[in-house]
C-alpha cells in the first residue's frame, strides 16, 4: 500500500512530523475503536439487560481462551521485532519474525474455529438468544480483523522475496502493518477482559 | 480541462530534455499505466485528478438531487388534495425512504464531497490530496454504493415495462424499493415487515459507507500534512477547516451506523436477535445506534455549508470574515458537541428525567456556537462594502432561512413541546428549513461562486436573481405552511387524509410551493447550462476574492500551481493584492526536476465495481435468488484483487515541465 502524492516531503510543507501512510492508519484505528466500540458495548448492554438468560462460564474455557490472549501478545512482541529489524534494513530476520507473527495469528484463529464449533455444539448459535448474536458478531469482527492481518503479513512476507523491498523504502509500511497488528491485539485484550474474565469474577 | 501537459516536444530541440516526452509508463506490473490517454473516457475513468473526481462527484450529485426531487415532487403531488389516490399506500413509503436517503446520501453529501475535492488541495495550496487513489476508490465506491440503493427502482421500472417478474427463482423480490423510512426503524425493517429493498438499503448504505470513511480519512491526510510552506491552520480557508471538522466527524461517526446496519443485516440474513424483540432484543438500540450517527449526519451535511458562507460573505462585504478565530472554533465545538445531543431524536421513548434533561440543556447549548456564527456573518457584513452578486444573494437567503430552522430546533429542544411535535408536520418544516433553506442554499451560493474557477466561464446575465426569487420563495411556501399542518397533527409520513380533518388548504398550499420550488431548481440548471455553453472566460478572479485558489488559473491546471506558493498571511490573495509589499505571495523556486504528477490507475475502479456484484449478490441471495452466493464471491475477489494489484502497481507518477509563465 505505498502511495504518496507528491513525493517531495522535503518542500517544506507545513505538515505535522507523521508520515501521510502512517497518519492514515492512526485515523483507520481511531474509527475501528468506534467500530469495535459499538460492537462490544452492544454485547455488554445486552448482558446487563438479561443477565439470567444465559450463564457463559459453563461454555467459556479461560484455560484455552487465556492461552490464544497470550500467544496473540506474543505474536505483537514478535511485530514489533519485524518492524525494529525492517528498520536497519535486516530482511532475513524481518522474514523470520513475520513468519512468527503470522504462525501465532493461525494458532489464535485455529483456537477461535474451535472455541466456536465447540460453542456451537454446546448449543449456543447466532440466533439462541442475544448473547450468542452478540458474542459470535463481535469476536468474529475481530477474528475477521486478524485474518486480514494475517493475509496482509503473508502479502508481506512474499513481497519481501521480489527484492523491492529495503529499510528506506519499506520501513514504513511494515510499521503501518505493525501498527494495525498491535491494534487488533489491543482490542482483544479489551474484548478479554470485558467478556471473558469479567464473568468469572 | 485536460489540455495540461506540454505533450509536443519538436523533435529538433537541441536541449536533451527527455522528460517533456510524455508516454505512459509500465508500472511495477508491467502494464501499461493509463496515463495521458488520447480517450477522454479512460481519462476520466482512471483519473486520480482531485478537480476531475470533484467535478464528476457534483455531477453524479446533482444527478441525484434531481432524483430525489422528483420523488418528493410525487408526494406532495399524492398530498394535494384529500384522499387522493395518484399511488398507494406502498409506493409512497417507497417515495418517502427514498428521498431522505437519496437527498442526504445522494445529493448533499456528495455535492459537499464535490466542493471537498476540488477545493481543498487549492485552498491550501497543494498538488493534490494525499492519496490521490483512494479518491479515486471513493467516488467509485460512492457511485456502486448508489447504484446498489437504486437497484430497486430499477428492477421496478423492468417489472413495468414486463421484463421482470417476482417468479421462479426470483420469488422472493417482492417490495423491491426501500420502504423503511431514511432511519429505517426497527423492527420495521425486519423479514417480517419488509422485503429485498430494505436489503438494498442495508448493502447501499454499508458500500457508502466504505466510500465516505475512506475520502475523510484521506482529506483529514491532506488538511493536516499537504499545506503549502506558511500555511498554518490558523491561516486556511474557513471552509478548508470545516472540512476538516466534518471529516473528523465521518470518521467517528459512521461506525456506529456501519454495525448497526451489520447487526440488522446479521438479522435478516442469520435469524440473529438484535433488534429481533422474540428473540429478547431490544428494537431501541438501533434508535440510539442510529443517532449516534445521525445527528452528527446533520452537521456532517451542515458544516461545510457554514464553511461556504465564510468564505461568500467575506468575499462580497470587502472586509475579512468577523472573528475568524472565534468561527473555528465553534464549528469545533459544534463538532464535539453533534456527538452529545443524539437522544433528542427520541424524546418519546422514554429515557428516563435525568437523561431527557440532559439531552436537552445539550442540545440547546448547541444553539450557542451556532448563533455565535450567525452573529460572525452579520458582523462580517456589518459596515461591509456589500455587492449582490448570485452567491451573495444566495448566502445572505442561507443565514436567513437557515436562522429559521434553528429557531424551530430550539423549540424541540424543549422536551416537554418535543413530545407534541414528534412524527408531525412540524419536524418536518424544521429540517427542511435547515436543509433546504439552509445548506441547499448554501450549496447553490457555493456552486455560483466557484464554477467561474471550476470551468473558467462566467455566469450570464441575472437569470440568478430569478433562480434566488424561486427558490427562496418556494421553500418558504412549500415549508411554512407545514409548521401549522404539524400544530394541527398531521403526522409524518401521511399516505393520504381526510376532508374534514382541516388539512386540506395548507396541504395545497405546499404542494404549489413545491412546484414553484422546483421551477427554481430546473432553472439553475439552465443558468448551470448557459453558463458551461457560452459564459465568457472569467478569468483568474473574477470576484476579486480573498483566499488562495484564485490566485491560480481558471480553471486551474493539472498541477494547481506551478511553483508552490508560499503563504504570508490568512486570506492570502487578499493581502497579496492589497497588503503591504512584505506580505506578498511568493513561490518556492522549481528544483529543476519539474513537478510530480501521481499517475493514473484503473485499480481503484477495479475494486469500487467489485462492490457492485458483492452488494447485489448479497442481497439477492437472501431473497433466494440462485447462484448468488457465487456473484458475491466474485465480488470480494475482485476487491481483493484491485487491492493487491494496486499496492503492487506502486503510486507511480511523471515530472510535468510547465511553462514559466503559467506562475
Redesign the interface.
Known sequence: ????????QD??????I?D?KK??MW??L???C??F???IS?HL??RK??PE?FDPTTLFSLELTSFSTFILLMSSFLMALAVSAMHKGELKSFRRNVLGVIFFGLIFLGCQVYEFAHFVHAGLT??T??F???FY?MTGTHGVHVAIGVFWLI?MYF?SHTG?MDAHESAVDVEIAGLYWHFVDIVWIVIFTAVYLIEFI | MSQTQIETPSPTTTQAQPAHVLKPERSRLGLMRPDHSKSVFIDWLTTVDHKKIGIMYGAIALFFLFIGGLEALIIRTQLIIPENDLITAQRYNQLFTMHGTTMIFLAVMPLNSAFFNYLIPLQIGARDVAFPRINSLSLWTFVAGALVINFGWLLQALEMMGLFAASGPTAGMTDMVPAGGWFGYAPLTSKDYTGVGTDFWVMGLQILGVASLSSSMNFIVTILNMRAPGMKMMRMPVFTWMSLVVAFLIIFAFPAITIALGQLMFDRVFDTNFFNVAGGGQPILWQHLFWIFGHPEVYILVLPAMGIISEVLPAFSKKPLFGYSIVVFSGAVIGFLGFAVWSHHMFTTGLGKVATAAFSLLTMAIAVPTGVKIFNWVGTLWGGRVRFTAPMIFSLGFVWMFMMGGFSGIMHAAAPADAQQQDSYFVIAHFHYVIMGGIFLALVSGIYYWVPKVFGKMWKGTLSNWVAVLIVVGLNVTFFPMHFLGLLGMPRRTHTYLEGFGWASYNMVCTIGSYILALGILLLLVDLIRCLRSGEPAGDDPWDARTLEWATTSPPQVYNFAQTPVIPARDALWVHKHGPENKKITYEADHGHGIHMPSNSWMPLIASVGFVPLGLGMTLMQAGVPYMGYVAIFGLIMITIGLILWAIEGPGGYHLHPEQENT
Open positions: 500500500m505505498s502511495e504518496n502524492a507528491t513525493a517531495h518542500d517544506g510543507h507545513a505538515s505535522l507523521i501521510n497518519l492514515l485515523l483507520f481511531g474509527s475501528d468506534m467500530f466500540g459499538t460492537l452492544t448492554i445486552y439487560l438479561y438468560s447466532l440466533s438468544n442475544t450468542g448474536s452478540t458478531m502479502c513481497y523491492k
